[in-house]
């Protein structure tokens, strides 16, 4: 039997730069497969039916979230955003490593869910990126400080909940701890101990034994 | 304060390959520091005092033992063998990561007195090796084969006490994922967490701020 494949979930704050990431680690890796997600969107200029993303009607994605289609789904921005399981799960089952692209939250329903998942969390080389959003308006004031704070504290609990927290710093590093994590993870003795049994089973006087 | 070192400790059966893979993996870190034992049996030609081994008499070895002077020792085959726990110490405290090749009975005793270090377990890729030290003196008989196995059940059983489990097949393969093992256990959250602290402490509005 195929040994079953792993899923990868990369997640952080907007700015962090997962997505470049991910595209990044699926050049280093061809056999990972990125599940497509399905949005209520309208499709932006280039983008892709299929291949970017699944874009649904509400009416047709809040029909399927009801009868249990999405590993993960949430309404970001008035739009909705799902991860469908069928996918994930055929590709896990034919032994094939997985990788979603998801919000905080989203990473955290994927694993109550899959509680073998591996979330890894991308982190800003600076506040700068946040704190331009934040204080966009004017110089900053007490209350946009005091926001920034909060912000930067909500990182600080969410990464928490995550495996991993890699600094994306240099694209470049940062690919290749991300490729790193993926090659160490499938060497972690929860996921190993079928080699040994492969070893006693197949050893070297099999063919007198049996 | 510079982070703190990490400490990887190499085991598995012997014929498993661990002090090649030990030699291969400084070679692709040369900031990681190798620990040298010290021991009690004589030098093989070539062997170095200080470099491949401390060369000691027992009592110096015993006495030294008796005031904790190592990490771990153990009896093996009539000679002693010890970790200094100074060297290992104080290479951790100036953040430097520390490599120790062990046996599986050392390595477990690291394990107890330093609950962070890193266990990697090197498995060889066939039990020949082991089977051919069994079954040496002529063709296998009902009572070898049975200590075979039990001697591949305790592989199992020690294996299980590990943090990763690498399959020494192909060397450089092997090198390869022992590399990444050392930089994704660099980025676990447990460890990361004061990225973040950084992150808040030096927002970019420091100046003003303080």
């Given at each position: 039997?195929?040994?079953?494949?792993?899923?990868?979930?990369?997640?952080?704050?907007?700015?962090?730069?997962?997505?470049?990431?991910?595209?990044?680690?699926?050049?280093?890796?061809?056999?990972?497969?990125?599940?497509?997600s399905?949005?209520?969107?309208?499709?932006?200029?280039?983008?892709?039916?299929?291949?970017?993303?699944?874009?649904?009607?509400?009416?047709?994605?809040?029909?399927?979230?009801?009868?249990?289609?999405?590993?993960?789904?949430?309404?970001?921005?008035?739009?909705?955003?799902?991860t469908?399981?069928?996918?994930?799960?055929?590709?896990?089952?034919?032994?094939?490593?997985?990788l979603?692209?998801?919000?905080?939250?989203?990473?955290?329903?994927?694993?109550e869910?899959?509680?073998?998942?591996?979330?890894?969390?991308?982190?800003?080389?600076?506040?700068?990126?946040?704190?331009?959003?934040?204080?966009?308006?004017?110089?900053e004031?007490?209350?946009?400080?005091?926001?920034?704070?909060?912000?930067a504290?909500?990182?600080?609990?969410?990464?928490?909940?995550?495996?991993?927290?890699?600094?994306?710093?240099?694209?470049?590093?940062?690919?290749r701890?991300?490729?790193?994590?993926?090659?160490?993870?499938?060497?972690r003795?929860?996921?190993?101990l079928h080699?040994?049994?492969?070893?006693?089973?197949?050893?070297?006087?099999?063919?007198?034994?049996?």
């Amino acid at each position: 039997m195929p040994r079953k494949g792993l899923l990868f979930v990369v997640s952080g704050p907007s700015g962090a730069g997962k997505g470049t990431l991910c595209q990044d680690l699926l050049r280093r890796r061809p056999g990972l497969r990125f599940s497509v997600s399905v949005t209520t969107r309208s499709p932006r200029v280039g983008e892709v039916d299929g291949v970017h993303y699944f874009f649904w009607s509400r009416e047709r994605f809040l029909e399927a979230a009801g009868r249990g289609y999405f590993l993960e789904w949430a309404e970001v921005y008035g739009n909705y955003y799902g991860t469908p399981v069928a996918e994930v799960e055929s590709a896990l089952e034919a032994g094939s490593d997985v990788l979603l692209d998801l919000d905080i939250r989203g990473a955290r329903q994927v694993k109550e869910k899959v509680p073998d998942a591996v979330l890894i969390f991308i982190l800003p080389p600076s506040l700068e990126a946040l704190h331009e959003r934040i204080s966009r308006r004017g110089t900053e004031t007490e209350q946009e400080r005091r926001l920034r704070l909060e912000a930067a504290s909500g990182f600080l609990k969410a990464a928490r909940d995550f495996d991993y927290i890699v600094l994306n710093d240099i694209l470049e590093e940062a690919g290749r701890v991300l490729d790193a994590i993926i090659t160490a993870e499938r060497c972690r003795t929860s996921r190993q101990l079928h080699l040994i049994d492969e070893l006693i089973r197949t050893g070297p006087s099999r063919g007198k034994e049996e």
